[in-house]
């Protein structure tokens, strides 16, 4: 018990004093792998998704492919996450990461348990500038940054879990406009809580993520509705001076699949100073397409399990 405390110490405090970059979604839950190790493998046997998010009409546009196995006979469980981007602020900016998660979990009592959850992660950035001469000539610089540290750990039992996450442990350098915008070099901590309510054939979701980088702080507190196939959902995206908005989510679920839409609507300014989201742009659109592989005999009595299979 001693080292385990130690642990988690190490993990909550640590990342506070190094530096790392983020790409931000509103379906978080989506790839939960990309914001917490700890769910890797969580749904006991084969899970994976798609998701794809443009962001202030083409300003950012982000792909995320995620995939994890759960490994219940050694509690343990692994996955990868492969992510591509571009933002155009002034000149266009590519980033690509692949991320390999690894997940341990203790049972704590006989309905609470402790997943921890290590990831590494290999970054490359391509900066591009544009001469101003004629004919016009652009430069294209790639950044690849060194193998990259992460951390998280997840409590859950029946109906609620909580978990918070550090990524980037050792520090990023980013591209000179990244760092020129404060973009890429500040402290990333994730923290997500979530509890289930069954009321007849309605399950209530209620949830919360936050995020913390530097100056930016976010919290994105929501709920989603669920009845036999159909969630609906609401979230509100809170950070301060920087991006407001509020967000909707449709989802559809049949056999192994999932397939959500949300729509964020901006009601405030932007990270970016110099751009005001509401004058370019009606919002931001952000789908996922997610399996569950689940096998015939599975007879796991963790109701938490269920809830995240069908959630989201």
Same mark, same amino acid.
């Given at each position: ?5 130690? =642990? ?7 990342? @506070? ?24 493998? @969580? ?44 933002? *155009? ?14 997940? *341990? ?35 294209? *610089? ?21 978990? =918070?996450?550090? !990524? ?10 990244e760092r020129d915008m ?27 993520a936050a ?15 669920? *009845? ?6 609401? !979230? ?34 932007? =990270? ?8 370019? !742009? ?31």
């Open positions: 018990m001693k080292y385990l405390k130690i =642990a988690l110490f190490a993990i909550l405090f640590l990342p @506070f004093i190094v530096k790392g970059q983020y790409r931000q979604f509103t379906q978080n839950m989506a790839s939960p792998t990309f914001t917490n190790p700890a769910f890797a493998g @969580f749904q006991q046997n084969l899970s994976g998704g798609l998701q794809y998010r443009n962001q202030w009409n083409g300003y950012l546009t982000s792909w995320v492919a995620s995939a994890d196995l759960g490994l219940p006979k050694i509690n343990s469980g692994i996955g990868f996450t492969l992510l591509t981007d571009n933002m *155009y602020v002034g000149l266009p900016l590519g980033t690509n990461a692949f991320i390999a998660n690894y997940s *341990y979990e203790f049972k704590l009592g006989e309905k609470s348990f402790l997943r921890l959850g290590i990831s590494a992660s290999v970054i490359s950035q391509i900066e591009t500038e544009v001469l101003a001469i004629n004919p016009p000539r652009a430069f294209f *610089y790639p950044i690849v940054n060194p193998l990259n540290l992460g951390s998280g750990l997840l409590f859950y039992n029946n109906n609620f879990y909580i978990g =918070a996450s550090a !990524s980037n442990i050792i520090k990023s350098n980013g591209t000179d406009l404060g973009y890429a070099t500040d402290p990333i901590i994730n923290f997500q809580t979530g509890d289930f309510i069954k009321i007849g054939a309605i399950k209530l979701n209620p949830n919360l995020l913390h980088q530097g100056d930016y702080t976010m919290f994105l507190p929501g709920i989603n509705i669920s *009845y036999n196939m159909f969630t609906i959902g609401t !979230s509100y995206r809170y950070a301060f001076q920087n991006v407001n908005s509020i967000n909707f989510l449709l989802g559809f679920s049949k056999g192994i699949f999932k397939l959500y839409y949300s729509y964020d609507h901006s009601l405030s300014g932007t =990270a970016f100073p110099d751009y005001n989201l509401r004058g370019i !742009s009606a919002g931001s659109h952000e789908i996922s397409l997610i399996f569950q592989l689940n096998k015939p005999n599975d007879t796991t009595n963790k109701p938490m399990i269920d809830h995240l299979r069908n959630a989201f």
